[in-house]
């Protein structure tokens, strides 16, 4: 400070002509000691006359520079502030000094901790740590920046396990239980909001405890603090820090001290004596100390008071100096190159202009905001051990006013607690990996937490997600849980086993219906053949390989055309089949009717009536279709509801009416063709086609019996595969029933495909 106003009083720029004075007092960090010197300050000590007026007013302090302390500042606010003088604090960092209803004069030149402890926050949440311990002095700066720090903290999502304040002159007892919190605790981070003389007698006690390497991270009361390189345990603390300065010319002015000065001043006798060890007043000469004898010179020392390279709080000093110099230089210079003296300078108008100086010096920018603080610049210092040495190391920098993404750069690598090289880890519960959520431990805080797998269908593809993502309707999450992948499509495909077996059986039914009708039309001339009405069989045998044809359709992926040709197709050639299994039913029981006297049953039911009632029977079914398409055709849909995790390609019915009403068709003509066929079972013939209809109707009628609930309760492509092999095994039934007995006897017993074989049972019973 002293140097700063003879800059000043030497400088040609800045209140030239003009000299400031000033007083030092020490409060000794002590409340009623600084109360006492603000009143001093406030009300004087030696009377002032002024020429033009006939009283005299006591010489009150245009401005004040400190305290050091928050506790200390913010008494003598209160006791200045009433005045109207201004006090410049170099080192009170207390947020609750901004608030200007309390300390309306109050301004900084050192950063408040609202800034500071918001900057903890964000480096704490930089380096990933959730988990982390508070310790704090138990005084107005411990608790509003611990205050501050905390809800900074909470908003970044860290947590924290334990909150401890002390003050130095607690009892030992509580410093000691301190300590054993932070023994017994699992975070390895600890945020220390501490003055230096507290942590002082806190490390203290932790020095002879077992504890693994505890990370600290400091704020700048202490973080920069040469007394603490005792404790080795803080090799590896970072956090924020003043900014170094240069200040030219200051090295030289401390070293030109000389014993006539010294003298002078209690406060420099005593760092004399201290430096040199030698005393300057003979008569009070300390035991074991020599009188000076004049030959000291402090060039020799090496201590931190020639140490100039560590200029941090000693710069906040010399600014707020300079501030205070150009707020009066701005009162009384108004003409500037000129000054004017005799201008009566109130200590209101120095508030005032204080506030809006903007000035830069030693590469420093100096202003002050509504509140009286300056823009929040930090260093972030490391503590590292070079050559057996603890240094600082500035690692990083910390500007607020810096665009987002600039705000916090670090420059150079960190050496952590412990000598690692690698970040330590302190959180509560490990990291959640994609695919899982967090869950909150019951009663524990919110850094605490299980990781619980996604459930079916949800993803989670970041780490520590808090909640899982539905993946959309046509995708499904994959085995990690950690993406959402289509989901697989299913339908009965002409590639996979299933669809090729039936693929084969179909083809087989239509090789075989082909080879029939190829039989029987080769013996188209021979009893057996002509005997069973060889017109209808041949038609019957076409509709069975139609049947067996048809059945091809319902494999593959379902299309719009697919599925209205499927069903249709299906019903359609079924009645046809049907129809003409019904009108040979008709056709023997006719036949047996015009045998006896006076019948002419066959003249109403001849080939012309057996074509037409063949035609009429397929045109209802044909016109039950139209109505079917017409009204809800049948169509591809995408069914999500019996599977979740995949998509079943399916032909929806569309009307159920519909569906329903082509297969009951079906069903009145099976069992009508099954009830004529049984009651003409045992009519006198050696090769009565009715039986043969009887027990393919039953297998018919049996089949498709069996098909309704099999084919409601089937899953997926089953469902399918249930419907094709109905219609396979009902095909077959009617070809291996009505046409392979005749085939084998054609084929393999001829003798027995004669008119005399045919007519012998019934030329037996006539005798």
Known sequence: MVFAIKEINNSSELLPGVTLGYQIHDACSFVPVAMNVAFQLANGIEPVFFPKQSCSKPATVHAVVGESGSTPSAAMSSILGPFGIPQVSHFATCACLSDKLQYPTFSRTIPSDYFQAAALARLVKH??????????????????????????????????????????????????????????????????????????????????????????????????????????????????????????????????????????????TEFWERAFGCSLRGSQTTAGWKTCDGKQNMRDLQNPYTDTSELRISNMVYKAVYAIAHAMHSIICTDEPHCNSSIRVESWQVTEHLRKVNFSRNGYKVSFDANGDPVATYELVNWQVKDGQMQFVTVGHYDASAPDGQVLIMEKNITWAGGQQQVPVSVCSESCPPGTRKAVQRGRPVCCYDCVPCAEGEISNATDSLDCITCSADYWSNAEKDECVPKPVEFLSFHEVLGIILVACSVTGACMSIMVAAVFYRHRDTPIVKANNSELSFLLVFSLKLCFLCSLTFIGRPSEWSCMLRHTAFGITFVLCISCVLGKTIVVLMAFKATLPGSNAMKWFGPPQQRLSILAFTLIQVLICVLWLTI?????????????????????????????AVLGYIGLLSILCFVLAFLARKLPDNFNEAKLITFSMLIFCAVWITFIPAYVSSPGKFTVAVEIFAILASSFGLIVCIFVPKCFIILFRPEQNTKKHMMGKTALKSL
């Not at 959730?130 to 908003?155: C, E």
């Not at 077992?210 to 009361?221: C, D, N, T």
């Not at 055709?633 to 009416?657: R, W």
């Open 127 to 268: 380096f990933g740590w959730t988990w982390i311990g508070a310790v704090w002095s138990d005084s107005d700066y411990g608790n509003n920046g611990m205050a501050a720090f905390l809800r900074a903290a909470q908003a970044e999502g860290i947590c924290v396990e334990y909150s401890e304040a002390f003050f130095r002159t607690n009892p030992r007892a509580k410093v000691r239980r301190v300590a054993e919190v932070i023994r017994r605790s699992t975070a390895r981070v600890i945020v220390a909001f501490i003055a230096s003389a507290d942590l002082l007698v806190l490390l203290s006690e932790l020095e002879g405890m077992a504890l693994a390497p505890l990370q600290w991270i400091g704020s700048e009361s202490w973080v920069t603090n040469q007394k603490l390189f005792q404790f080795h345990q803080f090799a590896g603390a970072i956090g924020f820090g003043i900014p170094r300065s240069v200040i030219p010319g200051l090295r030289d002015f401390l070293l030109d001290l000389e014993p006539a000065q010294v003298s002078q001043s209690s406060l420099l």
């Open 632 to 660: 809800s055709p049948p169509f591809p849909n995408k069914n999500m509801k019996h599977y979740k995790e995949k998509i079943i390609l399916e032909c929806d019915v569309g009307s159920a009416v519909g569906f329903w």
